[in-house]
């Protein structure tokens, strides 16, 4: 298992913007497809996770939530060992908790959170304001 740590959640405004970033410091994330996903607070299932972006290990490719599309960009820097989520034009529809997955090459769709067997971080807390 990939040990992932979330961080950059907070505090926001409507309009505003964040950026979290995933990390992992006992195993390279490079080889990996990560994904991130949020869900409500109290809820605990993974499979109540909703999708929001991935992205692949050589970054090639990207996909996305057509929720988050145009205002959220996933990226990653394989030599820092990061995954980072940009969000911008922050909505109050987009608070919740944050997390990130890493997954190996499946029959599973990016976009499912099933797919990410590898590891998972403890999410960050993402609040937007109105």
């Known amino acids: 298992q990939v040990q992932l740590v979330e961080s950059g959640g907070g505090l926001v405004q409507a309009g505003g913007s964040l950026r979290l970033s995933c990390t992992a410091s006992?195993?390279?994330?490079?080889?990996?497809?990560m994904g991130w996903f949020r869900q409500s607070p109290g809820k605990e299932r993974i499979l109540e996770r909703e999708?929001?972006?991935?992205?692949?290990?050589?970054?090639?490719?990207?996909h996305y939530a057509d929720s988050v599309k145009g205002r959220f960009t996933v990226s990653r820097d394989n030599a820092k060992n990061t995954v980072y989520l940009e969000m911008n034009n922050l909505k109050s529809e987009d608070t919740a908790i944050y997390y990130c997955?890493?997954?190996?090459?499946?029959?599973?769709?990016?976009?499912?959170?099933?797919?990410?067997?590898?590891?998972w971080g403890q999410g960050t807390l993402v609040t937007v304001s109105s």
């Open positions: 997955g890493a997954g190996l090459p499946s029959s599973w769709s990016v976009s499912d959170p099933r797919g990410y067997r590898e590891g």
């Open positions: 006992q195993r390279t994330l490079s080889s990996y497809t």
């Open positions: 999708f929001v972006a991935a992205i692949g290990w050589s970054s090639s490719m990207t």
